[in-house]
């Protein structure tokens, strides 16, 4: 009986032990979850003003550049609230799905029963790969980059001509950075089990930025200084390169609906849509919308 027992303990924590990435995922999805809720709910515990409140939620992408738009939009609209809230694109989908939020934001396009949303796009982002500004290196293949994050191509030696191990860092599964790379350029295949997983652009930036042999990839608008940002196939991450479609990793920002907007939702996508934050969004980085345009949105 006591060999047995032991025999089933050890099976046991051999089946345990591979699920608790997935239950730590869940459990931190359930607790953003609640907190919008929260949010959506008694927005009037957050702050003593009266008025209308927003409840903006999802891609960690997008939240800095939301912030500023809802600071902007609040100062000019004394009275109503809007609350920016992340949690990654996916759970940005799912609050607007239940209801705990009035806007996502999704920094990928939607699948399957998510293109049931409404979606407006309010924004497009290039999505840069970034080394340690030491690094000699200037350029990289697209399948260069691949096999780096397959974990086939392990060292700089080949690259730069250092012998240094490669210090992999991605974001989160769930993410909308995350999810744009994998569509774009990982395609089918599986993201090296040893990369570093971060769970927002600017711990991703910020890693990047103290390892000189650390890669990872962040949104084109948050790359500074700390980083540098490499050509892909030749091209260099530019705003010229991206409206010409010459640097191939773009992606769009999505503000998301259960419905047509409308009331303050709708007055906020189209402030955001407005001449004069699309003009922020261009001083901010982002690529703005076709101007002059305000798009219904699709489903």
Known sequence: METEELHWKAVRARV??????TIFYRLKFLLVFLLLVTLAFFPSCRSGRRGHSLVVA????????????????????PGEIVDVQGG?????????????????????????DE???????VAHDGLA???HPSNPLDNLTIEQVKSIFLGEITTWETLNGQKKAITVVVREEGSGTRGAFQELVMGKSRITKKAIV???????REIVSRDPNAIG?????????????LA???????EEAILKKEYKLVRPFLFLTRETPSGLAREFIDFVLSDEIQELVHKEGLIPVRRGSRPEGSR
Do not use: C
């Open 58 to 77: 999802g891609s960690t992408s997008i939240q800095p550049f939301a912030d500023k738009w809802a600071e902007v939009f609040m100062e000019k609209r």
């Open 232 to 238: 892909l196939n030749g091209v260099k991450p530019t």
């Open 198 to 204: 971060q769970d927002s652009n600017g711990t991703v």
């Open 217 to 229: 990839f962040i949104s084109l608008g948050l790359v500074n200084d700390s980083v540098k940002a």
């Open 115 to 121: 293109k049931e949303l409404y979606q407006i796009e």
């Open 88 to 112: 990654g694109s996916s759970a940005g989908i799912q609050a607007v799905l239940t209801g705990a939020a009035h806007i996502g934001m999704s920094s990928r396009e939607l699948k399957g």
């Open 16 to 21: 345990s032990r591979p699920r608790m990435g």
């Open 129 to 131: 790969i970034i080394v």
